[in-house]
């Protein structure tokens, strides 16, 4: 069965510093990845996805994820965080052929200070 | 062009009560499915429903759930004589298709928090 895990449950950091949440994946073939943002109140918003290819992926408000293979890993990064950018950031695999069968990762809290 | 829409956002139900949840797709979404977040856990596939149909409920949990997507109207996700258990976030999700792979994309809505008494 596959799984995620996520080992970071909250992560502070100052604005204008880079960011990386790891993310690793247990899957017995080539998975299907994803990394989702929930702000409060709102759903779960898709931020970028690894079907094959490039394994650096680039996403949507500057983040940017890179598989690899050899670690199980799937790691969010962003080069320079805004205030905005605090959310929850949930990091999710799904089987090959499906991106909407998803197993998710337990999240990580992430939160900026000025 | 409003997104998923669910309700009610916070749901407060005593053990033995039923809960109904209700999702409504993305205007042009034939495809709603159902996830279940219970505490300090990730979001797990419950259900896949299409118009009328249940695709894939291997997620559901085989008494007192059921879900349904009639041809007009909200999906529904009922419980039934819940149990403190089934406190958690519940998050329906919708797409316009089933396309398999790169094309395929889910719309979330921002949850049902159900607390059973």
């Known amino acids: 069965a596959q799984s995620v895990t996520q080992p970071d449950i909250h992560i502070t950091v100052s604005e204008g510093a880079s960011l990386e949440l790891r993310c690793n994946y247990s899957y017995g073939a080539t998975p299907y990845l994803f990394w989702y943002v929930q702000s409060p109140g709102q759903g779960l918003q898709l931020l970028l996805k690894?079907?094959?290819?490039?394994?650096l992926v680039q996403g949507i408000k500057g983040f940017e994820a890179e598989f690899k293979r050899s670690q199980s890993s799937f790691n969010l990064r962003k080069p320079s965080v805004h205030w905005s950018d605090a959310a929850e950031y949930f990091c999710?695999?799904?089987?090959?052929?499906?991106?909407?069968?998803?197993?998710f990762g337990t999240g990580t809290r992430l939160q900026v200070t000025l | 062009n409003a997104g998923v829409m669910q309700n009610p956002r916070h749901l407060v139900r005593r053990r033995g009560q039923e809960a109904r949840l209700r999702c409504s797709p993305m205007k042009g979404h034939s495809h709603v499915y159902w996830y279940r977040q219970l505490p300090e856990e990730g979001l797990k596939f419950m259900v896949y429903l299409q118009k009328e149909n249940i695709i894939d409920e291997s997620g559901m949990p085989k008494e007192r759930f059921s879900a349904e997507f009639p041809k007009e109207g909200p999906s529904i996700l009922r419980i039934q004589q819940v149990v403190r258990g089934d406190s958690a976030a519940y998050f329906c999700?919708?797409?316009?298709?089933?396309?398999?792979?790169?094309?395929?994309?889910?719309?979330f809505g921002s949850g049902t928090q159900l607390s059973v008494l």
């Open positions: 999700a919708s797409s316009p298709t089933k396309k398999q792979g790169a094309d395929e994309k889910l719309f």
């Open positions: 999710a695999v799904g089987a090959t052929g499906t991106a909407s069968k998803l197993t």
């Open positions: 690894y079907f094959s290819g490039d394994t």
